[in-house]
């Protein structure tokens, strides 16, 4: 029996942004990912000089690419920043490579991209599972981070409240791999019109991520020296509790809610967003 089709997981129908696009190539990683890369700024501007010049990063959530910044990657180049703006592995147009995914690894892919494009070290903005990897490259590359905004992140998996039953998805996306690759499917019916088993296995993979991780100590975000919000909305699915634990952690960070929002600030709230990152961005200045 065909098992019901799985839901599209991702955000590809996201508008790209309008500002012009000064880099846009697949950087390469040890393990052979290939990251989507890309850096927007105004027309006039040199790349050199856009990587120089206090460059911001956004880095965006689990199942997304960097069009969920679109808003904000227009607003910040209107203010004369240049933006680098990656597809995490494995989402976007980056591909998977070859390790176990884990957020460690995901900010290792980001020092790798700074490092092929020899950027200056960057204002970071991080939400969801972009914003747990903004507080890892604080906490363990901070030779590369000016200050983080980390929007929506969480520390543990019980940190999320949510009424999205992610095991059940996975579970389909695996029904439907196994029907497709097996013998069942009708001669009448063209597989390559259908979900790919390899493509809602990395959606499984995706949201078993997200199941299983991450596991950060509070007490670890003490060693975050640069500026740093902790942004959240008023109607996020992020526990309250995790939300004061990462701000409180970390030595003056700030702790901002959004009213009437929910976990889609990027989406939703992208002035917030970027109000934040230009406050941090006169703090690092002192």
């Known amino acids: 029996m065909q098992p019901v089709p799985p839901s599209p997981y991702g955000h590809s129908t996201y508008p790209r942004p309008a500002s012009p696009v000064h880099f846009a190539q697949r950087i390469a990683t040890q393990d052979d990912a290939q990251i989507a890369t890309f850096v927007y700024g105004p027309a006039n501007a040199d790349l050199s000089d856009l990587l120089a010049r206090d460059p911001v990063l956004v880095l965006h959530g689990n199942g997304g690419s960097h ?22 592995r494995a989402q976007g147009q980056s591909s998977r490579g070859s390790l176990p995914l884990s957020y460690e690894l995901f900010a290792s892919d980001v020092v790798a991209v700074l490092d092929h494009l020899g950027s200056a070290p960057v204002h970071v903005i991080g939400h969801s599972d972009g914003g747990i990897v903004a507080l890892l490259l604080a906490r363990d590359h901070a030779d590369y981070v000016r200050s983080i905004v980390a929007g929506g992140a969480n520390l543990t998996p019980e940190g999320v ?10 579970a389909s996306n695996a029904n439907w791999a196994s ?11 063209d597989k390559s019109l ?16 997200m199941l299983d991780e991450p596991h950060i100590e509070a007490s670890s975000l003490a060693s975050i020296s640069c500026p740093a919000c902790v942004l959240v909305g008023e109607h996020d699915c992020i526990t309250r509790e ?5 701000a409180g952690a970390i030595p003056g960070a700030r ?18 967003v970027c109000c934040q990152a230009l406050i941090n961005m006169v703090l690092a200045g002192r």
């Not at 069009?67 to 209107?78: G, H």
């Open 194 to 209: 259908l979900p790919s088993a390899d493509s809602v296995r990395l959606s499984a993979e995706l949201l078993q991520l």
């Open 179 to 189: 029907w497709v690759e097996g013998g069942e499917v009708s001669s009448q019916v």
């Open 242 to 246: 995790e939300t004061e634990s990462i």
């Open 161 to 170: 409240v949510d009424e999205w039953d992610m095991e059940s998805s996975i």
């Open 67 to 88: 069009a969920t910044f679109v808003s904000v990657i227009d607003t910040l180049v209107s203010a004369e920043k240049g933006v680098v703006a990656i597809d995490a």
């Open 255 to 272: 702790l901002v809610t959004v009213p009437k929002v929910g976990h889609s600030l990027p989406r939703q709230a992208p002035d917030s």
